[in-house]
């Protein structure tokens, strides 16, 4: 028995603990609210509680950040390219509810408010272990739903319309993340951060990693999702390529650690698809993942979308809803990172996109940390020149990430 003056001791320093441990898993719990169950996964009550909880994540970020005066460089180039993208754009064109519009600013500009409270007030190790929970966790959903639905996946029929007339609906095999070019994007960054982690963390999460990215290339390789196959490919083949060079970092091309060229390469390997689709040149390439040479009719949409950009270069055509954008161009979205942006939000908004990105390039980079995440970066890029969502705010996280870890280093030097 403890006498009362033992246990007034006890609860005292028992409270500053589960504090802490009710902090850990708020913050991991607001991570897992980014990812968002596709509408057809979950019932619509808990996707709409999901999505609200990320919504006050990001508040709840955006409040600690100004609260605390962290507002930088960095978090200001974000909140003006969501500012403008979800905002202005609304309020010049489009015809997009600017309710759900505001709601999207809030869930994506807050969510790297959140990242960036985060990483401002707490060690970057820990962070980024919170990050990775949250991912394993729900990204094993993913590949739970997956393995039920092998050769059949959940079911969606999506609506096609062409020359502004609905035709019929097409089905697609997609989980709980959605497809495969969609939930890529959860994929790359918990990859990349796994890596990251085994090396300079813990050994012992090489483990995770290899078995992480195995099942990943597993999954797609079984789907034969072209994209996916390719950006996953990529990525495991450069960090395997790393393990083998790291007591030789120094020796790493520069072309495989430098920001300005990875995100370079990545629009250069945005715009080539538009360029030589349809050409006799990628014939035999897409023959083998059994594709047409229009990279599955994509050359249409990307023809449509290009023409009603030129209608207004500067600025696009704001926000519109899912209907209108596919009586004009054939589906939801343009399928193409540097398109999209054009398409919906003009020259401004591609610039104002690559400025949010330059802002988390790290003035004095680690080669090998670099290497690490540049190899995401570009793998993100691939998936883009097929596949791109506004509204998936988590694969930039490594942007993020990479601009803190080589701060953390510079510090410790």
Same mark, same amino acid.
């Given at each position: 028995?403890?006498?009362?003056?033992?246990?007034?001791?006890?609860?005292?320093? %028992?409270?500053?603990?589960?504090?802490?441990?009710?902090?850990?898993?708020a913050?991991?719990v607001?991570?897992?609210?980014y990812?968002v169950?596709?509408?057809?996964?979950v019932?619509?009550?808990?996707?709409?509680?999901?999505?609200?909880?990320a +919504?006050?994540?990001?508040?709840?970020g955006?409040?600690?950040?100004?609260?605390?005066?962290?507002?930088n460089r960095?978090?200001?180039?974000?909140?003006?390219y969501?500012?403008?993208?979800?905002?202005a754009?609304?309020?010049?064109?489009?015809? =997009?509810?600017?309710? !759900?519009?505001?709601?999207h600013?809030?869930?994506? $500009?807050?969510?790297? $408010?959140?990242l960036?409270?985060l990483?401002?007030?707490?060690?970057?190790?820990?962070?980024?272990? =919170?990050?990775?929970i949250?991912?394993?966790?729900?990204?094993?959903?993913?590949?739970?739903?997956?393995?039920m639905?092998?050769g059949?996946?959940?079911?969606?029929?999506?609506?096609?319309?062409?020359g502004?007339?609905?035709?019929?609906f097409?089905t =697609?095999?997609?989980y709980?993340?959605k497809?495969?070019?969609?939930?890529?994007?959860?994929?790359?960054p918990?990859?990349?951060?796994?890596?990251y982690?085994?090396?300079?963390?813990?050994a012992?999460?090489?483990?995770?990693?290899?078995?992480?990215?195995?099942?990943?290339?597993?999954?797609?390789?079984?789907?034969?999702?072209?994209?996916a196959?390719?950006? %996953?490919?990529?990525l495991?083949?450069?960090?395997?390529y790393?393990l083998?060079?790291?007591?030789?970092?120094?020796?790493?091309?520069?072309?495989?650690?430098?920001?300005?060229?990875?995100? $370079?390469?990545?629009?250069i390997a945005?715009?080539t698809?538009?360029? +030589?689709v349809g050409?006799?040149?990628v !014939?035999?390439i897409?023959?083998m993942?059994?594709?047409?040479?229009?990279?599955?009719?994509?050359?249409?949409?990307? $023809?449509? %979308?290009?023409?009603?950009?030129?209608?207004?270069?500067? =600025?696009?055509?704001?926000?519109?809803?899912?209907?209108?954008?596919?009586? !004009?161009?054939?589906i939801n979205?343009?399928?193409?990172?540097?398109?999209?942006?054009?398409?919906?939000?003009? +020259?401004?908004?591609?610039?104002?996109?690559?400025?949010?990105l330059?802002?988390?390039?790290?003035?004095?980079p680690?080669?090998y !940390?670099?290497? +690490?995440f540049c190899?995401?970066?570009?793998?993100?890029?691939i998936?883009?020149?097929?596949?791109?969502y506004?509204?998936?705010?988590?694969?930039?996280s490594?942007?993020?990430?990479?601009?803190?870890?080589?701060k953390e280093d510079?510090?410790?030097?």
């Amino acid at each position: 028995m403890y006498s009362d003056t033992q246990a007034l001791t006890l609860r005292t320093h %028992s409270r500053p603990a589960v504090r802490t441990a009710m902090g850990e898993v708020a913050i991991i719990v607001g991570f897992m609210s980014y990812y968002v169950p596709a509408d057809y996964a979950v019932p619509s009550f808990v996707r709409i509680a999901w999505q609200a909880c990320a +919504i006050l994540t990001s508040i709840f970020g955006g409040i600690m950040l100004l609260a605390s005066k962290r507002i930088n460089r960095r978090s200001a180039s974000i909140l003006a390219y969501y500012f403008y993208w979800y905002i202005a754009l609304r309020l010049v064109g489009g015809n =997009y509810s600017m309710m !759900k519009c505001m709601g999207h600013f809030a869930f994506d $500009a807050g969510f790297f $408010a959140f990242l960036e409270y985060l990483l401002q007030t707490r060690d970057t190790k820990t962070v980024m272990k =919170y990050f990775l929970i949250a991912g394993v966790a729900i990204t094993t959903i993913h590949f739970a739903t997956f393995l039920m639905h092998m050769g059949t996946g959940m079911l969606e029929d999506t609506p096609i319309y062409r020359g502004g007339k609905f035709v019929g609906f097409i089905t =697609y095999e997609w989980y709980f993340l959605k497809h495969d070019n969609g939930s890529i994007y959860y994929l790359i960054p918990i990859i990349v951060l796994l890596f990251y982690y085994s090396v300079y963390y813990s050994a012992e999460a090489f483990v995770y990693f290899t078995a992480y990215s195995a099942f990943v290339l597993f999954m797609f390789y079984y789907n034969m999702s072209a994209t996916a196959i390719v950006a %996953s490919t990529y990525l495991v083949g450069i960090l395997v390529y790393l393990l083998f060079v790291r007591r030789n970092s120094k020796n790493i091309p520069r072309l495989l650690y430098s920001c300005k060229f990875s995100v $370079a390469a990545g629009i250069i390997a945005d715009i080539t698809p538009l360029m +030589i689709v349809g050409s006799s040149a990628v !014939k035999s390439i897409v023959a083998m993942f059994g594709k047409s040479v229009t990279f599955s009719g994509r050359d249409r949409v990307w $023809a449509r %979308s290009a023409l009603h950009f030129l209608r207004s270069p500067i =600025y696009g055509l704001g926000i519109e809803d899912d209907i209108t954008t596919t009586v !004009k161009i054939g589906i939801n979205h343009c399928h193409n990172l540097v398109l999209e942006n054009l398409y919906r939000g003009g +020259i401004i908004a591609l610039i104002l996109f690559l400025f949010m990105l330059k802002m988390y390039f790290p003035p004095k980079p680690n080669k090998y !940390k670099c290497a +690490i995440f540049c190899a995401g970066i570009v793998s993100y890029f691939i998936t883009a020149a097929f596949d791109w969502y506004y509204y998936y705010p988590l694969p930039l996280s490594m942007f993020v990430f990479n601009y803190y870890v080589n701060k953390e280093d510079n510090i410790s030097r």
